[in-house]
Each structure stands twice: as structure tokens, then as C-alpha cells.
């Protein structure tokens, strides 16, 4: 049986962990990250890059996918693993630091052998951060660095996916405008902000409304997810419908493993992650999306030749 762990940052630890947490002064936490990091750094030539990544999309069920699999014995988690980070947001934000600091996040060579041992299997280290799929330079910059990753994307119908990423910004405090609808018109207004060359040239550029704004803008699956389908081979790409992860979990994990090579577990629990509770959306503003993304829709569909059933679906 796998043995417990603590979930990814980002969820709600249990009320002892977090007071105990919060009562270690700030001051000696940073000191810890900060030995930490500089002690990988120092032995990046002994840490191998990851097997895999989950690149997206957001509110799509990565924090989810991610935590199971990080309770699979054969996953070990990123360096040091009391800080539950499920991505060191590398490709997208932080790939000024060099590939070094990188894999200062991952087990060394030695710790996944001696883990290997004990299993008689082989270990799978990767991570996910949903910023990957929807930001212009990080096709480039995986190919380029990580040539045999094994890549996850996880698809969800736009307009609930939209729904749910203002709320969870709400949530985080990174959202001031007390309406969905107010939000998602403020969007191109937000976005035309963002120095788009700077963006995809430049690593120490960061747009946050880029970043958190883009409730819309992230849906238009096709453009995004072009690049990944045209530069990664296709038995190294996972494609998965948001839904079925929610409807089967037990098929998709199962269908996650194969894809990874990884042995096959059932006893994972596949309890849902940072789910929230959110008021209705509108039925004029969902009728309305629902004909925005109708044509992006189809042009993913073209694109994975597949349909997701989304046209007709309802969202909640």
C-alpha cells in the first residue's frame, strides 16, 4: 500500500500541519529553502532531469492528477519534499535561473536507486504547472532541454473551465472585479497590456495578467496546444478529457500509468484536489460562451481528431 502523503502546495493542509507550520518563525523557513536550493545546485550534475510533465490546463484537474501520483510508490517527490510544490514553474517563469537550479528540485541519481532497490521497480519524477501549455515560449524551451519528456495535458469544456479560473483568482486574491462577466470583459483590455515579444523572448518577463487574467484567452485550446502537438511525438503526448478524469477516475490514472510505464496501483486515493464550491454561472453568459469557443472547439477537434463533446454540455 502507498503510504500517505501530504498534498502539493496550493491545498488545504490539515489544521495541525498548518499551525505547525505557521508558527515556525519565516524568518527560518526561507533559510531552509534557501540551503536547500544552493545544496541541489551544488549537486546538479548528480540529478537527472524529469520523466514527465503536466503542462495543463488550468482548473482542469492538474492539482488532482498530480497528488495521485505523487502517492504512487513509485513517484518520488521534488526536493525537499516538505515543501509540497507540485512545479518549480521553470518553463515558464523562472527559466532565467538555468537548468541547473532546475533540477535542484529532483531526487538525485542515488536517492531514485535506492528507492528502486527497495521497490524492484523504476522510478517516474515529474511535475505540473498549467501556466505550461498557455505560454508562447515553453514549447521551445521543452523540446530544446527535456527531448525524450513524456508530456500530460489535461482538457476541460472552456466555458466551465473559464467559470472556475475566476473563481479560484478570486480565491487567491489575484482577482479585484466582483463579477465573471465583469472579468471576462476587462480581458482583452488586461491582455493588450502584455508585451507579447517580450513574452516569448525574453525569460525574466513576466505579465500577470498574462498569467491570471486569461480566462478566455486559456480555452482557445488550438493554438495553444499546437506547438506541443507539432513538436512532440505522439507516443510521448497525453491527451485527456477533464470530465473522465472526473467521471472514471480510476480509468484515467490507470490510462496515466500505462502512459508513464509506470506499475499499476489500486490502492491510490483518487479523491478530487482544490475543488471549490462556486455560485452558477449565468445561463445568458454561459448560452453566450458556449458560442465563443464553438469554433475554437472545432479547431481542436481538427487538431486531435477528436470531438470532446462540448458543444451541448452543461456547465456547472
Not at 535561473?97 to 527497495?118: I, L, N, T
Not at 525569460?203 to 487574467?213: C, K, R, T
Not at 491527451?239 to 502512459?259: C, G, K, M
Not at 479547431?299 to 463533446?309: A, W
Amino acid at each position: 500500500m502507498a503510504e500517505p502523503t501530504a498534498p502539493v502546495r496550493g491545498i488545504e493542509l490539515p489544521t495541525a500541519l498548518q499551525r505547525a507550520r505557521n508558527s515556525t518563525p519565516t524568518s527560518v523557513r526561507h533559510a531552509l529553502r534557501t540551503g536547500a536550493r544552493a545544496y541541489g545546485t551544488a549537486t546538479a550534475s548528480l540529478r537527472p532531469t524529469p520523466d514527465f510533465l503536466i503542462i495543463g490546463a488550468k482548473k482542469a484537474g492538474t492539482s488532482s492528477l498530480m497528488n495521485w501520483l505523487l502517492k504512487h510508490p513509485a513517484v518520488p517527490r521534488m526536493v525537499p519534499a516538505a515543501q509540497r510544490v507540485k512545479s518549480p514553474h521553470y518553463f515558464d517563469i523562472n527559466y532565467w535561473r538555468g537548468q541547473r537550479w532546475y533540477v535542484s528540485h529532483f531526487p538525485s541519481r542515488f536517492a531514485r536507486h535506492r528507492k528502486e532497490k527497495r521497490l524492484g521497480a523504476l522510478t517516474v519524477v515529474g511535475e505540473a504547472s498549467p501556466y505550461y501549455m498557455f505560454h508562447p515560449a515553453v514549447p521551445g524551451r521543452v523540446v530544446r532541454d527535456l527531448p525524450d519528456v513524456r508530456v500530460i495535458v489535461l482538457l476541460r469544456d472552456p466555458v466551465a473551465r473559464a467559470y472556475s479560473n475566476y473563481w479560484d483568482r478570486r480565491a487567491f486574491g489575484t482577482e479585484d472585479l466582483p463579477t465573471f462577466e465583469q472579468a471576462i470583459e476587462a480581458e482583452p483590455a488586461r491582455l493588450a497590456t502584455v508585451d507579447d515579444e517580450r513574452l516569448a523572448g525574453d525569460p525574466a518577463y513576466y505579465s500577470l495578467h498574462h498569467d491570471h487574467h486569461s480566462y478566455l484567452a486559456r480555452g482557445r485550446y488550438a493554438e495553444h496546444l499546437r506547438p506541443w502537438v507539432e513538436q512532440i511525438d505522439p507516443e510521448r503526448l497525453l491527451i485527456l478529457r477533464a470530465e473522465d478524469l472526473y467521471r472514471d477516475a480510476t480509468r484515467a490514472f490507470t490510462s496515466v500509468q500505462e502512459f508513464l510505464r509506470l506499475p499499476t496501483t489500486g490502492s491510490v486515493d483518487l479523491d478530487p484536489y482544490n475543488s471549490r464550491r462556486q455560485p452558477p454561472i449565468d445561463p445568458q453568459t454561459r448560452a453566450a460562451l458556449l458560442e465563443y469557443f464553438r469554433p475554437h472547439n472545432a479547431d481542436l477537434y481538427d487538431l486531435i481528431e477528436r470531438d470532446l463533446g462540448w458543444d451541448h454540455t452543461t456547465t456547472k
